[in-house]
């Protein structure tokens, strides 16, 4: 008869068993704006799409100010440094 297998001894998960990406603000890679362009105009198609109120390439360009005001853009880089997804800060009245 073949014993069971022995008990797995378990183990906390910490912050280096997961990748964690580099944020970076969107100022300092402008270019990536072109990136996310068609992203925003597919996540958003209502309001970035054809006929919406919004224009992605617009908001991005305000998200990339070089002045760090808000809004103010934020990417996240792979470990290969390209932008795997973005988000934004602004003041909420």
């Not at 300092?28 to 992605?56: D, H, I, L, M």
């Amino acid at each position: 008869m073949a014993s069971a297998a022995p008990p797995q001894k378990r183990r906390s998960l910490c912050i280096t068993d997961t990748k964690v990406p580099m944020l970076i603000p969107l100022r300092q890679r402008p270019k990536f704006c072109t990136f996310f362009v068609q992203q925003f105009e597919s996540e958003w198609p209502q309001w970035y799409g054809p006929g919406g109120q919004g224009n992605a390439r617009k908001d991005l360009k305000a998200f990339a100010n070089p002045d760090g005001n808000l809004p103010v853009g934020v990417v996240a880089l792979d470990d290969e440094g390209s932008p795997s997804w973005a988000d934004e800060e602004r003041r909420v009245s």
